[in-house]
Nanobody, 127 residues
Framework: QVQLVESGGGLVQTGGSLSLSCVGS????????VGWFRQAPGKEREFVAH???????????NYADSVEGRCTISRDNAKNMVYLQMNSLKPEDTAVYYC?????????????????WGQGTQVTVSS
């Protein structure tokens, strides 16, 4: 059973930065693709970013349009970690951020395609 734990959330002012981390355990982390999602109060969970575990032209990191250019997803398989660096934060980025893992290496923005989820970390951006 794969377990994921997020950290790094907090309160930041508009224009600030945060680095979220997701640590995995209980499985071969290097064989899982990882996505970051977020959910704001009263809204559906939405895709933020995805990183595969294989390197192909079709599996480069992907980002939602709303965060493209402001976020960078990366991973360190030796540490079982995936990171989400978020810059130029806006109040509309306020949400609980979740990391999720799946065995398929290819991009999907559908939360139902992910097998394992963390508990989430709160990000609040003040105006």
């Amino acid at each position: 059973q794969v377990q994921l734990v997020e950290s790094g959330g907090g309160l930041v002012q508009t224009g600030g930065s945060l680095s979220l981390s997701c640590v995995g355990s209980g499985g071969t982390f290097s064989h899982y693709a990882v996505g970051w999602f977020r959910q704001a109060p009263g809204k559906e969970r939405e895709f933020v970013a995805h990183i595969s575990y294989i390197s192909l032209p079709s599996t480069t990191p992907n980002y939602a349009d709303s965060v493209e250019g402001r976020c960078t997803i990366s991973r360190d398989n030796a540490k079982n970690m995936v990171y989400l660096q978020m810059n130029s934060l806006k109040p509309e980025d306020t949400a609980v951020y979740y990391c999720a893992a799946k065995t398929s290496p290819f991009l999907t923005t559908d939360p139902n395609a992910y097998n394992w989820w963390g508990q989430g970390t709160q990000v609040t951006v003040s105006s």
